[in-house]
């Protein structure tokens, strides 16, 4: 089995940062593309960045220019680190990860909550 598990949520003023991190690990043989989702209350969930193990990266129009996804391969983590963030950041946002196990896996974190309020 593969865990994919989510830190660094939290709550922070408009305008400030926050850093998430997502940690991979279990059974994994490779890792190929890594991505950030955001649900917003009441919402679908939607891309907010993915990474491939190259470090192509592939962000929403509202996570450009102000997020920045990144990823240690050694580490089988990906972090999100998320500035200028405004009210309608706020949700929970989840990383996933298609892992070979060997077969190839789509896995899910448990989230994180992000509230951003003054």
């Known amino acids: 089995q593969v865990q994919l598990v989510e830190s660094g949520g939290g709550l922070v003023q408009p305008g400030g940062s926050l850093r998430l991190s997502c940690a991979a690990s279990?059974?994994?043989?490779?890792?190929?593309?890594m991505g950030w989702y955001h649900q917003a209350p009441g919402k679908e969930r939607e891309l907010v960045a993915s990474?491939?193990?190259?470090?192509?990266?592939n962000y929403s129009d509202s996570a450009k220019g102000r997020f920045t996804i990144s990823r240690d391969n050694a580490q089988n983590t990906v972090y999100l680190q998320m500035n200028s963030l405004k009210p309608d950041d706020t949700g929970i946002y989840y990383c996933?990860?298609?892992?070979?196990?060997?077969?190839?896996?789509?896995?899910w974190g448990q989230g994180t909550q992000v509230t951003v309020s003054s």
């Open positions: 990474i491939t193990r190259s470090g192509t990266t």
């Open positions: 279990g059974r994994i043989i490779s890792i190929t593309t």
């Open positions: 996933n990860a298609y892992v070979a196990t060997p077969g190839w896996v789509l896995y």
